[in-house]
């Protein structure tokens, strides 16, 4: 079975990674962040506004390889901030039914020391089973 190496024109440049890998069915998302086209971080220190773009990046990326948010099977959430994620469960709730309904993954949620770009409050790895 062959990779295909996929990086959609909307999401920032990759430099030393690819931001999916597609091999049959199984689509694999890398650690996705709040950052737009241009590889910054929107809305720094609002972690509400950086799930809001990271989502919004999924839902984009899985459409491109020709899938939906419902073929979404795994779900980890790194976070620097798991205090601030609890407190804020309310609104990233409503971020989250913004994109994905109720369309609810396998999930993990991780709390971490930091992550690559030091803005990011939150990076989200994704697997999708393609029909």
């Not at 909307?10 to 597609?22: D, E, I, T, V």
């Not at 999924?58 to 980890?76: E, F, K, N, S, Y």
């Not at 803005?119 to 999708?128: C, N, P, R």
Request: charged share 20%; aromatic share 6%.
């Amino acid at each position: 079975m062959s990779v295909e190496l996929i990086n959609p024109p909307f999401l920032a440049k990759p430099k030393g990674y690819s931001h999916m890998a597609r091999a049959g069915s199984l689509l694999v998302l890398g650690g996705v962040t709040g950052m737009d086209e241009r590889g910054i971080i929107t809305c720094p220190g609002d972690l509400p506004g950086q799930m809001d773009q990271a989502l919004a990046n999924i839902r984009a990326a899985v459409a491109h390889a020709g899938g939906q948010v419902t073929h979404i099977i795994r779900m980890r959430i790194y976070t620097t901030q798991m205090a601030a994620y609890r407190r804020c469960l309310p609104e990233l709730g409503a971020v989250w039914r913004k994109h994905f309904g109720r369309h609810y993954p396998a999930m993990a949620l991780l709390g971490v020391g930091e992550l690559f770009d030091p803005e990011a409050l939150l990076e989200i790895e994704s697997e999708a089973m393609l029909p």
